[in-house]
Structures are given as structure tokens and as C-alpha cells.
């Protein structure tokens, strides 16, 4: 049996799906009108592992993430410039452009991650605003919304169970950022569902209130709709979703359908970098591509991420990340070091299962991969067959022998070393500029390196 910690009702639920051998999943995607950084990253890493479990125990998962490029504004609420549009402005390229740009930048990220994509559907909320019309027009014919001059509201008040996830204290709440200042609203806590266009719109189409574009919360309302059906098993995000993004979510479309979204709400929590969550206003923003410079390959920050559940607020260190590179490491040298793989230990696959299939715990499966290392009793083909069972699980793809770090002469100073090791990283990356780079500095350093077919991936020799 699957459990996992439901933040609808607060308490660790076994999961029981809508249909016996297939899941819905929804997905909370990324805004495309920048770069998604560390943090952001750590929701798809996490929707990942509950895909993986899922088809562990023989679902077949219908996985939808949606890819946001118009209708969400600056402050994460109904006010302010539309993101996308507004990054279009600054780098002086159409909106077409922008959003292709930092698109294809998400999907690099989620390849590095070694993030499965295969029955995955990444439908646009530009593409499908006829669905969110639609669905707007359905809360309207139930006396749901109003109009202001601004756009067409939906009426919280008219919901009682507003809040009902992650229990919001609605009487609390005070207009603010998530939430936006608009005198005409009825309630604090309504939201936008059909915004109507200013003079320097980039984006608009016809509706029936008017011309516009549709708020940010409809679009997944909609999308989920269309591609998973009135209510679907699971629905994913960040803890930063919960207060207004996905009870707004809730509220439209159970409205709308007099229905559930979705029976199990599951969210992951941030990361922090000094204590600080990653934010591009204080400048403590990291990518996958600072990882890379380091000479760390970005699959050891997934594997650090296993090292805390993903419910815990974590904060990241470099020095943290690199312990974290060296045990993976540690583990990909076994693995690709054994000749022949033996069969699993089965002793330790149900103790891997009852970990994973608890809430994901990720910390305890971590440990338990390197308990089998240590453990006499089984043999080195075993464990090479045991580890790779996990490795289907957690995406760390120990078979590839490109990243296992080298163990050189020790006669060779170990800073060129790191310089070679950083190179094969660069090379397994296709990023060939920076491996060349690092050829010229090894090079000019009175060192020759070798590129070879081994496990160990290149050779470095002294120049006489």
C-alpha cells in the first residue's frame, strides 16, 4: 500500500485511485518568462518520484504539466503587468519568442535531471483559452462571478468552503500581494478569472465581458479539465500554491462541476539559500548551469534533495552539495565497476518499498542504499542489481560511467585533476564550449588529457 501526506485533509491518506490501474496527475508548471532556478526545480524532481512510485506498483500515469505563458501578473495576484509580457518588453523580442525561449530552457533543465517526460502532455495556457472561457461562463450561469472595471471576479463568498486546503484562515486574511488591492472586489480573497486588456497588451482575445486574457488560476482549472476530466487523483505544486493559487484552483472548479479537483493534494516545500528563500529581488539566485560550473553534475543536487524529505524547508550549501556529489559518486563507481549483474535482494527491495511508498521517504532510501553497500552478506552482483532496482525509482542514473569521478595519479596535481573531471561533466552536458575551455587551461597548465572509451573517461599525463 502507497500512503502519502494529503494536504487536503492533513494527515498521511493510503492512496486509492479513481480507476485501478491508472493515476491522474496534475502538475503545477512553470511561468515561462525566465529561467526556472534551484528551487523551482524541486517540484518537478518531487512530481517525478511520485510518478515513479506509482508505475513501481503498476499504475499507468497520466501526467499533465501545465506550461503558463500569459495571464500571470507581476505580483502573483490580479494587479500589476503580465510576466511573460513584461520580460518580452525588457529583451525587446515578441512574446512567441520569449516564451519558446524559456520553455526550451525548462525542458533542458528537466533532461539534466534526468526527469521522465515520456506520457507527459505540457498543454499552454495561451492554446487553450476557448476551455477557459467556457468554464468561466459556467461559474457565471451559476451566479458565481461579477464584473468591475478591471475584469470578471469570482465571488469567494459564494463559497463556503474557501480555504478548506491547508485550513486558511479566511477571516485572517488582509489584502496584500497574493491576494492584490482592488476597491472593488467584494472580499478580500476573490480573484480574477477574465482580466480586460490595457492599451499595451501584447496578448488578447475576444470573450463575451469584453476583450482580455484570462487570470492566471482558470488556466489550470481548465487544462486539468480538459486533459484529466472533472476530478483526477492527484494534484501537485509548491507550499507557496496552497494559501491562493490552489484554493482558488479548488474553488472554481468544484464549483463549476459540483465535484473534487482532485482527492489528494500533495506539495513540496522550499529551499533556502542562507535562510533566505531563492529570490531574484535579494540576488540569491542559483541555476542548474552554477551547479555545472562548480564541476558538479546536476543529477547530485537531485540526489542531495533525497537527503531531506520533501516536505522539509531545506536550506543549500555548496558544501552540503558537494558531500552530496562524492557519495553519489561513490555509489556510480560500485555500480559501474561490477562486470556482471547478479539478482536483487529482496530482503532489501521491501524495505525500499516500505520507505518510498511512505510519504517518499527519501532520507531513509538513501541510507538503505549505502546499509547494502557495507553489507557482507550479499554479493557485489546483487548489490549492483539491488541498486539499480532503486535507481528506476530515483532517476539517478548510476550506469552512466561518464560521471563517475576519476581516481588519477597521485602525482598529478589534483586541481587540474578536478580541471579534467569538470571537462567529462561538460562533455556528458554537450556543453562542448566550456569542455574545450577547460582542455586549453589543462593544456596551458603543462598537462595532456586523453579522452577514452573506459569507465574511467580520460587519461592526464605530465608534459616532459
Not at 502532455?121 to 468561466?136: D, L, N, T, V, Y
Not at 492599451?199 to 486533459?227: T, V
Amino acid at each position: 500500500m502507497i500512503y502519502f501526506k494529503n494536504t487536503l485533509t492533513g494527515t498521511l491518506d493510503e492512496f486509492k485511485p479513481l480507476q485501478h490501474d491508472i493515476v491522474g496527475m496534475y502538475n503545477c508548471g512553470p511561468t515561462v518568462y525566465g529561467k526556472v532556478h534551484i528551487g523551482n526545480m524541486r517540484a518537478y524532481i518531487f512530481a517525478d518520484l511520485i510518478k515513479q512510485v506509482l508505475i513501481r506498483d503498476g499504475y499507468a500515469v497520466h501526467q499533465v504539466i501545465n506550461i503558463t505563458d500569459v495571464g500571470h501578473l507581476v505580483d502573483d495576484g490580479d494587479d500589476g503587468d503580465d510576466k511573460v509580457e513584461t520580460q518580452a518588453k525588457k529583451e525587446n523580442l515578441d512574446v512567441k519568442t520569449i516564451t519558446l525561449k524559456y520553455t526550451h530552457y525548462f525542458f533542458e533543465q528537466l533532461r539534466l535531471l534526468n526527469i521522465d517526460d515520456s506520457d507527459t502532455m505540457f498543454p499552454k495556457a495561451s492554446e487553450h483559452i476557448s476551455e477557459q472561457i467556457r468554464m468561466i461562463s459556467q461559474l457565471e450561469a451559476k451566479g458565481m462571478t461579477y464584473t468591475t472595471s478591471d475584469g470578471v471576479y469570482f465571488d469567494t463568498a459564494q463559497f463556503p468552503e474557501y480555504g478548506q486546503l491547508g485550513k486558511i484562515d479566511i477571516k485572517g486574511l488582509k489584502e496584500g500581494a497574493r491576494i492584490g488591492h482592488n476597491n472593488e472586489k467584494r472580499n478580500p480573497t476573490d480573484f480574477a478569472l477574465w482580466k480586460f486588456s490595457t492599451d499595451n497588451r501584447l496578448q488578447e482575445w475576444e470573450s463575451p465581458w469584453g476583450i482580455g486574457f484570462p487570470g492566471w488560476h482558470i488556466e489550470c482549472s481548465a487544462m486539468a479539465k480538459k486533459y484529466l476530466g472533472t476530478t483526477f487523483d492527484i494534484h501537485t505544486g509548491g507550499v507557496d500554491h496552497i494559501p491562493t493559487h490552489h484554493n482558488n484552483e479548488i474553488a472554481q472548479s468544484q464549483s463549476a462541476h459540483d465535484a473534487p479537483l482532485a482527492h489528494y493534494w500533495m506539495h513540496a516545500n522550499h529551499i533556502t539559500i542562507d535562510g533566505k528563500k531563492i529570490s531574484k529581488s535579494i540576488g540569491n539566485t542559483l541555476y542548474l548551469e552554477d551547479i555545472v560550473e562548480r564541476g558538479i553534475h546536476p543529477l547530485s543536487y537531485k540526489f542531495w534533495l533525497y537527503t531531506s524529505h520533501y516536505s522539509t524547508l531545506t536550506n543549500f550549501t555548496f558544501e552540503s552539495l558537494e558531500a552530496s556529489d562524492k557519495a553519489l559518486t561513490k555509489l556510480r563507481s560500485f555500480v559501474t565497476s561490477i562486470d556482471s549483474t547478479g539478482e536483487t535482494d529482496e530482503s532489501y527491495v521491501q524495505t525500499f518499498n516500505s520507505y518510498i511508498y511512505t510519504d517518499l521517504d527519501t532520507p531513509k532510501a538513501v541510507a538503505l542504499m549505502f546499509d547494502l553497500l557495507k553489507d557482507d552478506a550479499v554479493s557485489d552482483q546483487n548489490k549492483r542489481a539491488t541498486l539499480l532496482d532503486f535507481d528506476s525509482v530515483l532517476g539517478l542514473d548510476l550506469l552512466n560511467t561518464s560521471l563517475v569521478t576519476i581516481q588519477q595519479d597521485t602525482s598529478i596535481d589534483p586541481v587540474i585533476t578536478n580541471l579534467a573531471i569538470r571537462r567529462t561533466k561538460a562533455r556528458s552536458l554537450r556543453d562542448f564550449a566550456q569542455a574545450d575551455a577547460l582542455r586549453h587551461e589543462i593544456e596551458l597548465a603543462g598537462y595532456s588529457i586523453k579522452d577514452t572509451d573506459s569507465e574511467d573517461g580520460f587519461v592526464l599525463k605530465k608534459k616532459r
